[in-house]
């Protein structure tokens, strides 16, 4: 019954056509993982490859994080002096005389400027989406995409303007922008996380590494008998089999099937830490409204695939490829199969069937 062992299963998430403009989150996961019977959905090396020293030098420039971050210290060195520099020279009321309302006057320069970006910005789009063929392929999500990041724009546009508009010269509105991108970018988005960190302290998954301890041992301790009842109870579809018929217990059998019951246990401390998750997105969510930087930093995860739940569906992908597993070692051996040639090339073609999907 080993060769079923032997048959490379694997569970792949497939990368998105838009993962370019979120290279960020690719760089914190997995993407790929080798399936075994003993495998679970929180595995150390689903996140092996931040461990790579190669990966790690070249690094990845992302686009995510210059937009929300990165963009408005571009408009802040742009912007800050426009209005504000004929103050400090004592000229604005010149300018008035040319130009009546000095808020048309202004915005015609901010006009000038906005435009100028969210074209550079559509051309850089536009090239990797094109090398992606996601301009093609998603071209509704894209055309979100870069209606989200020209909604992002012009909020700093409007927000700069206002202070533009109402400044006292250039070091003043300078200052100012400053100051709200330290607000929205550092100051909240840091009171946001310590607050959550207070609210759901990280436990480093204890529930899971508990149960892949000690309670692992405590199944490996177990009387084969014990461990034939619970894969009874866990796997009903087992009283069919041969092994459950006979009164005489084939230890070594039982012994192999252990990797059912761990991975049941394995499956339900998943489940809390998945739902101690879910309670930290939520709160995510409600505090959107005053991190607002979050909020777009999010949709564009998610536009990209590389979310949370993007993460969330691989690992899925990761349990019903192992319960798979488990299902063909448990059933099989139960069965006292017969494994040839032909039942290991099925292991093959099943897991690939899987693979692919």
Avoid: C
Wanted: glycine share 4%.
């Amino acid at each position: 019954m080993r060769a079923i062992w032997y048959a490379p299963a694997s569970a792949i998430k497939e990368p998105s056509q838009m993962m370019p403009f979120s290279m960020g989150q690719v760089e914190q996961f997995g993407y790929y993982k080798q399936v075994t019977n003993w495998s679970s959905t929180f595995d150390s090396d689903l996140s092996e490859e931040m461990a790579n020293p190669e990966r790690l030098a070249i690094g990845a420039l992302d686009f995510s994080f210059i937009i929300i971050y990165l963009l408005p210290i571009l408009l802040i060195i742009l912007l800050f002096n426009i209005g504000g520099l004929e103050k400090d020279l004592n000229f604005d009321r010149l300018v008035q005389v040319n130009n009546p309302s000095f808020s048309k006057w202004l915005l015609a320069r901010f006009s000038f400027y906005f435009f100028l970006i969210i074209a550079l910005l559509l051309i850089l789009m536009l090239v990797y989406a094109a090398l992606t063929n996601a301009l093609f392929d998603l071209s509704g999500t894209f055309l979100m995409m870069y209606l989200l990041v020209l909604f992002y724009t012009f909020l700093w546009f409007g927000i700069f303007y206002y202070i533009n508009l109402k400044g006292k010269g250039s070091a003043n509105q300078a200052i100012k922008m400053a100051s709200i991108w330290l607000l929205f970018g550092v100051i909240i988005p840091g009171a946001t996380h310590q607050i959550l960190s207070l609210k759901y302290p990280t436990s480093y998954m204890t529930d899971y590494l508990d149960a892949s301890r000690d309670e692992t041992y405590k199944i490996y301790d177990l009387p084969a008998d014990t461990v034939k009842k619970k894969l009874l109870i866990h796997y009903p579809e087992l009283q069919a089999t041969k092994l459950s018929k006979e009164t005489v217990i084939d230890e070594g059998i039982i012994g192999n099937s252990t990797s059912g019951l761990i991975n049941k246990l394995m499956k339900d401390a998943a489940k809390q830490i998945e739902d101690s998750n879910e309670s930290k997105n939520q709160f995510i969510r409600y505090t959107s409204w005053v991190n607002p930087l979050n909020w777009f930093q999010n949709t564009m995860n998610r536009l990209s695939e590389t979310d949370y739940y993007a993460y969330q569906k691989f690992r899925v992908k990761i349990q019903e490829m192992i319960d798979k597993k488990v299902k063909f070692i448990l059933n099989d051996s139960w069965n006292k199969e017969t494994i040839d040639r032909e039942k290991f090339l099925e292991y093959v073609e099943a897991f690939k069937t899987n693979t692919e999907k």
